[in-house]
């Protein structure tokens, strides 16, 4: 009996003491929502704007649309439509950005990929062969494999620097070729040439097939944003004729333009994920 009391005041210590500061905390959702615009800024590339920035370039974007709308058109319903859209224009932007990048670093990873192949083949070790790419790699990819030869120099801890590279790369598929390079820097052996040339083919191919699919797809997300523009567009040009919008300031009017941007936004939506290709996700972050 004493043993059983004895067990369930030391579990009851340990839960106590786990209650406190040392328990895991849990992100709130701001902090979760910034973190996740703040990685949308890195993989687009855009290193010198912060998600605060951005929200304050979206709320004056929506502002200068509103008070320019309601110049135009004189109707405040219809000026805030095309407020809310100016609003949501940034991350699109920064959205259609990243794409770009990734799309342009897919197709360089594999000359980066050979030119660490020769340097392996030439006698450099993996972390030389890498910090090599600082110098000898493709442009866009030099300053991330710069800094990671810098970090390695100063602490010659290949894991960490290599975690580095992930986070100034900000790229799904430098995270697979971080990731595969780990694995073939731990297991070692006289592999690692073939392991690359691999990864090099690999990645062609992959690169090839993703571009002929996303070109495809091109026209689809065209005629989805012609669409939805288009109606749009038709009610801005009609702004030379207020009398013609203020009707839109009514309750049936509101009603009406709600109803419109409602069908416009799922309809887009739709349209999208029926043509839209798989992004790929990010690895073991």
């Known amino acids: 009996m004493g043993g059983v009391l004895g067990l369930l005041l030391g579990a009851g210590l340990l839960l106590i003491w786990r209650s406190g500061p040392r328990a895991p905390q849990r992100r709130s959702v701001t902090a979760g929502w910034s973190a996740r615009r703040s990685e949308l800024l890195r993989q687009a590339g855009v290193e010198s704007v912060s998600s605060n920035q951005l929200l304050a370039l979206q709320a004056l974007a929506g502002l200068l649309a509103l008070l320019l709308v309601q110049v135009v058109t004189g109707t405040s319903a219809v000026a805030c439509c095309f407020a809310l859209f100016a609003a949501v224009a940034p991350v699109a932007v920064v959205r259609r950005l990243r794409l770009r990048r990734q799309s342009a670093l897919r197709e360089l990873w594999p000359e980066a990929i050979d030119n660490l192949a020769s340097a392996v083949r030439a006698g450099m070790s993996l972390p030389e062969g890498l910090a090599g790419l600082g110098t000898s790699g493709p442009e866009p990819l030099r300053p991330a494999f710069g800094r990671f030869a810098v970090g390695y120099r100063a602490s010659g801890r290949f894991g960490e620097c290599l975690n580095s590279l992930k986070h100034d790369l900000a790229d799904p598929v430098g995270d697979r070729v971080c990731e595969t390079l780990r694995v073939a820097r731990e297991v070692g052996g006289t592999d690692l040439g073939t392991v ?55 309750s049936g009017g509101v009603l009406l333009l709600g109803i419109g941007g409602a069908v416009c936004l799922v309809a887009y939506r739709v349209m999208l994920h029926i043509g839209r290709l798989p992004e790929e996700p990010r690895v073991l972050r």
């Not at 990864?199 to 797809?217: I, P």
């Not at 702004?239 to 009707?247: M, T």
């Open 196 to 250: 690359l040339r691999t990864l090099s083919e690999l990645l062609r191919v992959d690169a090839r097939t993703r571009a002929e699919l996303e070109t495809r797809q091109g026209w689809t997300v065209n005629a989805a944003r012609l669409a939805v523009a288009a109606p749009w567009l038709v009610l801005l040009l009609l702004g030379s004729q207020s009398s013609s919008l203020r009707s839109y300031d009514s």
